[in-house]
């Protein structure tokens, strides 16, 4: 658990401060050469994204980039023009993009069988589930496959309402875990909220973050928030946890039939609003209290797990508690569609109530392919990278944060990582929508692909395939402080 000073006293090498100045970062080396783009052409494409394909699909850019090869931590374009990718897939590519281990396991299984429904027997869903349950604390052994987040939290709502036999759920502010019709409710998150009806039964608390909330705190990072000395920390338990949880206890007190609370859902790092951190001590305060209103605990670790922390495998572990419900998915297929709930056998038992069945979920080659990120996390220690270069990650911008007043707060774990860009220290104002995206453009032209965050989209969000290396944290850094220099000074 990292509870490290507010300022760290890291420093980047003078080399790398020269050559942010005063040239142009020069991008790490790759071995790796795309084969030349034969795709249709490039204004051609833009015809059909233009007038046949969903105008929900937003793209990045004036000009969209147009990505036709991957490789590692690494994207090219249809010119050949090499990106390092900060964002897997929207934290989606957790061992690298077209990782060769991967594709020798889905190949292989496609040579086999293609898919056939669950009511036979095949091998791939079977081992794939005893190494997945492995991975887990306690009684948490029973696995059921889907094919997306916004299913896995959907099942997970259902599964914690049949079992308590309670309606009523409780998210964060500010928190996203889905977009389907039901889990929009779940959502707390404006931006991505359509006007219909949606969320009966279900209430947001007081979202506990310790850089824009009600109040500071210190947060299981190696950089802490600036208001982080706003409260006091006593054998690691952050002062403030309790005054959020305290927040919690109104809504289950005053809004909900006393206990009859369903459950309770939180992402351990919230991903879309910006790579929030709760106070230390939070999520255990939690749930303790969810559970003493009848409600059972969900963590939702569709970015955080398999690794991505590095601490832990999964991001409950790093706030010390054991919830009833997992829901996990993005890197659990390094880009195959593939997701998963997982629970104790007492909760998974509701679900024999009807007949419950999902055709794609566990297919041979998803399950084929879970298994080998499985096995290649542990084989090539991405857990470990995680920690190793996302920590030295996070030191060299939090440099940034004292060098440039816009860096407003530095925080995360692991390669999940947040940059809030504000207009105003003290009164942290969002940057204006224009800066962030003229430094978008510019890390874009340098060749670095950012994510961005948060309900006014001013958090660059940093959570690239587990495989970058110390160099390309350099290279990335040198790009932001160019960036900064140029466009913020």
């Known amino acids: 658990m990292w509870v490290l000073p507010l300022r760290?006293?890291?420093?980047?090498?003078?080399?790398?401060?020269?050559?942010?100045?005063?040239?142009?970062?020069?991008?790490?080396?790759?071995?790796?050469?795309?084969?030349?783009?034969?795709?249709?052409?490039?204004?051609?494409?833009?015809a059909v994204r233009r007038d046949k394909l969903s105008p929900a699909l937003v793209t990045h850019f004036s000009q969209p980039l147009l990505i036709h090869n991957g490789y590692m931590q690494w994207l090219f374009d249809h010119t050949g023009k090499r990106y390092l990718d900060l964002c897997g897939g929207i934290v989606t590519v957790s061992l690298g993009h077209c990782h060769p281990k991967v594709i020798a396991a889905a190949t292989e299984q496609m040579n086999k069988l293609w898919h056939t429904t669950n009511i036979y027997l095949h091998p791939k869903i079977h081992e794939y589930a005893?190494?997945?349950?492995?991975?887990?604390?306690?009684d948490l052994n029973v696995v059921y496959f889907v094919n997306s987040g916004s299913e896995a939290n959907d099942l997970a709502m259902m599964?914690?309402?049949?079992?308590?036999?309670?309606?009523?759920?409780?998210?964060l502010r500010n928190c996203y875990h889905g977009a389907s019709p039901y889990t929009s409710g779940l959502t707390a998150h404006g931006t991505w909220?359509?006007?219909?009806?949606?969320?009966?039964?279900?209430?947001?608390a007081t979202n506990p973050d310790p850089y824009g909330g009600l109040w500071g705190g210190y947060r299981d990072s190696p950089v802490q928030s600036v208001r982080a000395r706003e409260s006091e920390l006593v054998d690691g338990v952050c002062s403030s946890a309790e005054k959020y949880v305290g927040q919690l206890e109104e809504i289950l007190t005053y809004s909900l039939p006393k206990g009859k609370l369903?459950?309770?859902?939180a992402?351990?790092?919230?991903?879309?609003?910006?790579?929030?951190?709760?106070?230390?001590?939070?999520?255990?305060?939690?749930?303790?209290?969810?559970?003493s209103h009848g409600g059972l605990c969900v963590s939702d670790e569709v970015q955080t797990g398999f690794g991505r922390t590095g601490e832990h495998f999964w991001g409950f572990e790093g706030h010390g508690v054991v919830p009833d419900i997992v829901t996990m998915a993005k890197g659990i297929g390094n880009g195959f569609p593939l997701a998963a709930v997982v629970t104790t056998p007492a909760v998974a038992k509701t679900m024999s109530q009807a007949l419950h069945f999902n055709t794609f979920g566990g297919n041979p080659i998803a399950s084929a392919v879970g298994l080998s990120v499985l096995e290649t996390i542990e084989e090539e220690k991405t857990?470990?990278?995680?920690?190793?270069v996302g920590t030295y990650f996070l030191q060299g911008l939090a440099k940034l944060?004292?060098?440039?007043?816009?860096?407003?707060?530095?925080?995360?774990?692991?390669?999940?990582?947040?940059?809030?860009?504000?207009?105003?220290?003290?009164?942290?104002?969002?940057l204006a929508p224009q800066t962030m995206m003229e430094i978008f453009g510019f890390c874009k032209d340098q060749g670095i692909l950012l994510g961005k965050g948060g309900y006014y989209g001013n958090v660059f969000r940093i959570k690239p395939p587990m495989c970058i290396t110390h160099a390309d944290a350099d290279f990335a850094l040198a790009v932001l402080r160019q960036a900064l220099d140029t466009i913020c000074k």
């Open 383 to 388: 857990q470990q990278n995680a920690l190793e």
């Open 262 to 265: 369903a459950a309770f859902f």
């Open 130 to 138: 005893e190494r997945l349950v492995q991975t887990l604390p306690g």
């Open 401 to 430: 944060r004292e060098d440039y007043p816009v860096v407003g707060d530095v925080r995360g774990k692991g390669l999940m990582i947040g940059v809030e860009m504000v207009e105003d220290e003290a009164l942290r104002t969002p």
């Open 159 to 171: 599964m914690a309402r049949l079992y308590t036999g309670h309606f009523d759920i409780v998210s």
């Open 8 to 46: 760290s006293t890291f420093s980047l090498p003078n080399q790398l401060l020269r050559l942010a100045s005063t040239q142009a970062p020069q991008m790490p080396p790759c071995q790796y050469q795309p084969p030349p783009y034969k795709g249709p052409d490039y204004d051609a494409l833009r």
């Open 193 to 204: 909220k359509f006007n219909f009806a949606n969320g009966f039964g279900i209430h947001h």
């Open 267 to 291: 992402e351990t790092i919230q991903g879309v609003g910006g790579t929030i951190q709760f106070p230390l001590g939070y999520m255990k305060k939690a749930f303790d209290l969810v559970r």
